[in-house]
């Protein structure tokens, strides 16, 4: 039986290894009809700590990790633009009060 692959965006990165992604589906409501968006959070196992918040990734189902973690980081679909930025220094070396 192949494995399920998800594709999602990562919402925390702050565990080491560990990111959380959250999924969004489409799921038709029985009676009304419409379509309703419905979000759900899983932990995936990223070995070199690559993913950064806002990041497209793509991950696959794996045997259990931990308590929490059965899926994988497959791959980076898509890089953040905030993630990308490095944070900007002074360049100045001083502080700017101009009193």
Excluded at 29 to 54: F, L, M, Q, S
């Amino acid at each position: 039986m192949p494995k399920k692959r998800l594709i999602g965006e990562v919402l925390s990165d702050k565990m080491d290894k560990t990111v959380v992604v959250a999924v969004s589906t489409l799921v038709k409501h029985p009676r009304v009809g419409k379509y309703i968006k419905r979000t759900k959070k899983y932990y995936a196992h990223d070995e070199n700590n690559e993913c950064r918040v806002g990041d497209i990734v793509e991950i696959v189902e794996s045997r259990p990790l931990s308590k929490l973690k059965r899926w994988k980081v497959e791959r980076i679909v898509e890089r953040s633009v905030f993630a990308e930025k490095a944070p900007e220094e002074d360049l100045e070396g001083g502080s700017n009060n101009d009193n």
